[in-house]
């Protein structure tokens, strides 16, 4: 067996695509979730619960810290649960890791930490100014690692990107963009569009994602006892309209699109710079929204046609 990583959040969408390839690159993995994984052993546990952490998180090269409430949406309702799954559950994994000897951490932050950019695309050292909960617990997360590489001489790595998207994606409820849009244009239900579709945001396959982590795990190793954080991006921003054509054109099928008033304070353009990932991570996106969204529409329509359309 390889070195041993241990994953938190594993049974979700990345993680269960991460923990595939960490097997694949001979890693022995553990997984730490609230919920079992159709796939993987699983500690079914809460991060916050310091006391179990204490046992759970032992013996490994590094911890991929994946456990995370990811709806910006709930967070403007309920930002005290923000506070304590992710901010709160984040300093129990690291009060685990110090107790027993581990120091490397890795985590997907987010591109929510910078909130409204002062340009675009968007550099690691522009401003940080989250415009909701969730991104302010991303941000804390970050500092706390930081605080904690400075104090205790952690490594830790965190990855900043927007919308993730690939197959096998089943959050509840779907709020993403690809996986609601491919469901109703199968369905034949109106397609919700605010504005007119020009916005363009950067969607990124959860393949290009899953390699910028393996690559973040070796860059550790290299570059132990700091604190590093990268912008993840296609360079390659895709509007609303973009996708819709994406999905049309792979499932061979007209998208029936209504417009609404644009939502107040939604930027026209929001992508991010990823040049120092090209750099030191030696990583860059390569999968096209083409053919990116023509998988995605593969794996829900075989999906769909096996399990019927209440799963997801
Ligand atoms: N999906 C995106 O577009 C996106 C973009 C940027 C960053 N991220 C980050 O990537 C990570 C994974 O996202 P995902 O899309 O796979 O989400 P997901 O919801 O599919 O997976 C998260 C997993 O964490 C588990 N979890 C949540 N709270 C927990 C707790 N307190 N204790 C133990 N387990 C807990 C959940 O059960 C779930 O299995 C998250 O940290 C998210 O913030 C996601």
């Avoid at 390889?2 to 022995?28: D, M, N, Q």
């Avoid at 991303?138 to 205790?152: G, N, R």
């Avoid at 990932?277 to 096996?306: C, I």
Wanted: net charge negative; aromatic share 10%.
């Amino acid at each position: 067996m390889g070195k041993r990583i241990i994953v938190t959040g594993g049974s979700g969408f990345l993680g269960t695509h991460l923990l595939r390839a960490l097997v694949a690159e001979g890693y022995e993995v553990k997984n730490i979730d609230l919920r079992q994984s159709k796939e993987f052993d699983t500690v079914v546990a809460d991060v916050q619960d310091k006391e179990r952490m204490l046992v759970e998180i032992t013996d490994a090269e590094a911890v991929f810290h994946l456990a995370s409430l990811i709806e910006a949406g709930e967070s403007v309702k309920e930002p005290q649960k923000f506070i304590d799954y992710n901010i709160d559950g984040t300093l129990s994994v690291l009060d685990a890791m110090k107790a027993n000897g581990i120091s490397t951490f890795l985590f997907s932050s987010s591109a929510a930490v910078y909130g409204e950019p002062i340009r675009v695309p968007i550099q690691e050292d522009d401003r940080t100014m989250p415009i909701n909960p969730y991104g302010m617990t991303k941000l804390a997360m970050e500092a706390l690692l930081s605080s904690y590489v400075q104090a205790h001489g952690f490594t830790g790595v965190a990855l900043r990107y927007f919308n993730l998207y690939g197959p096998e994606e089943h959050h509840q409820p779907e709020t993403h963009a690809i996986p609601r849009f491919i469901k109703q244009i199968y369905e034949g239900q109106e397609v919700t569009i605010w504005g007119n579709g020009q916005h363009q945001r950067d969607y990124i396959h959860i393949s290009d994602i899953v390699d910028a982590h393996l690559k973040a795990l070796k860059y550790a190793e290299v570059h132990p006892a700091g604190y590093h954080y990268f912008n993840l991006s296609t360079e390659k921003p895709s509007s609303v309209l973009d996708i819709v054509a994406a999905v049309e054109s792979a499932m061979g099928k007209k998208a029936q699109v209504k417009h609404y008033p644009e939502r107040p304070g939604d930027p026209l353009l929001l992508y991010a710079d990823a040049s120092k990932a090209h750099v030191e991570l030696g990583w860059s996106a390569h999968v096209s929204l083409q053919n990116g969204v023509k998988e995605v529409v593969e794996y829900f329509v075989r999906y769909w046609e096996e399990n019927g359309q209440n799963g997801n």
